[in-house]
């Protein structure tokens, strides 16, 4: 089955309830953006501009954006659980003939996060500690700046296996987002990751009930228009969740202790942990995909049309 932006009727039937606010390549969800007008005011990042999104002729391939966001939820990772800020998740969609999809991610990430501050600090992630070299370092922490630990999840490549239709349906996986986290603390040095770009978490979550379906249409400039070219699909209010990720043990931690610091975080958290102990939860999602009505109709240049329309709308 095809599902595309392709007329106004089977606009009602998109499901890219993708609202994975997810989390982050970027240090804080407030990066600087594109500010868009009117109806592309969320699509402040969409990869546009991209090879695969320009080539989509409106026929074989139809191309879409889509944002979605969270304003806060909570990661468990074995036995710590974190509170996390805004999420933000932009990336382009291909919609192909043949009833599959692809995901183009922009070329500084899909994600971005707000960081999110790590209970207890390093004294509630690494001590005390059994382990010969750590407890100088533990009987330092009483300083907050040698003891906050700060969390950020990246990506590190493309969202893909994107479902479309499990957007609006209910405890059905959406998209596999690969990312890493990166806890950042002055003796944890730089480097300290749990998860890496080679065997990343893969966060694939799902809607706990059905989102709220909104639809409009504007002009390619974003002005609303009930003629206007382009349609936006709104889907909001879904609490999105998944347990099904592992999570491998942190390295990098703490350079020149010869993973000692690696192992005190591992034994202190549970980590590495299978999947069914780890969870993420997104409050509130808010999902916009936009695309051209009648895509078919500027064929070859779908793609470029999308680009066009997008550009126009951005100050």
């Not at 606009?11 to 309830?17: E, F, H, I, Q």
């Not at 209970?119 to 907050?144: R, Y």
């Not at 730089?190 to 002009?219: A, D, W």
Request: hydrophobic letters at 40%; aromatic letters at 4%.
């Amino acid at each position: 089955m095809r599902f595309t932006l392709g007329t106004r009727v089977a606009t009602t039937t998109v499901a890219l309830g993708t609202a994975l606010g997810a989390f982050a390549s970027m240090g804080t969800a407030t990066a600087a953006a594109a500010a868009p007008n009117g109806e592309w005011a969320p699509f402040t990042r969409c990869p546009v501009d991209a090879p695969a999104m320009l080539a989509a002729d409106g026929l074989a391939q139809t191309p879409q954006c889509v944002v979605s966001t969270s304003p806060n939820g909570t990661i468990k990772l074995g036995n710590t659980t974190v509170t996390t800020g805004k999420t933000n998740l932009q990336i382009g969609v291909i919609q192909n003939s043949d009833g599959t999809s692809s995901v183009v991610a922009p070329a500084a990430g899909a994600l971005i996060a707000d960081s999110a501050t790590v209970p207890g600090g390093l004294l509630g992630l690494m001590c005390p500690s059994n382990l010969p070299g750590l407890t100088a370092i533990c009987e330092q922490l009483s300083d907050s700046t040698l003891n906050k630990i700060t969390a950020t999840v990246e990506s590190v490549g493309a969202p893909y296996d994107f479902d479309q239709t499990a957007g609006i349906l209910t405890d059905q996986q959406i998209v596999a987002i690969p990312v890493r986290i990166h806890l950042e603390n002055p003796i944890l040095g730089s480097k300290c990751y749990i998860g890496t770009k080679t065997s990343p978490i893969v966060l694939r979550p799902k809607n706990l009930q059905f989102p709220e379906f909104g639809m409009s249409f504007f002009n390619g400039d974003g002005t609303v228009a009930d003629d206007g070219e382009m349609s936006r699909i709104n889907l909001t209010g879904a609490t999105q969740n998944d347990t099904s990720f592992a999570v491998p043990g942190a390295s990098g931690c703490g350079l020149g202790l010869f993973g000692l610091i690696d192992a005190a975080v591992n034994a202190k958290t549970g980590l590495p942990s299978a999947a069914g102990k780890n969870s993420l939860t997104l409050n509130n999602t808010q999902t916009y995909l936009a695309g051209l009505n009648a895509p078919g109709t500027v064929a070859p240049d779908a793609g470029k049309r999308l680009a066009q329309n997008w550009h126009s709308a951005v100050n």
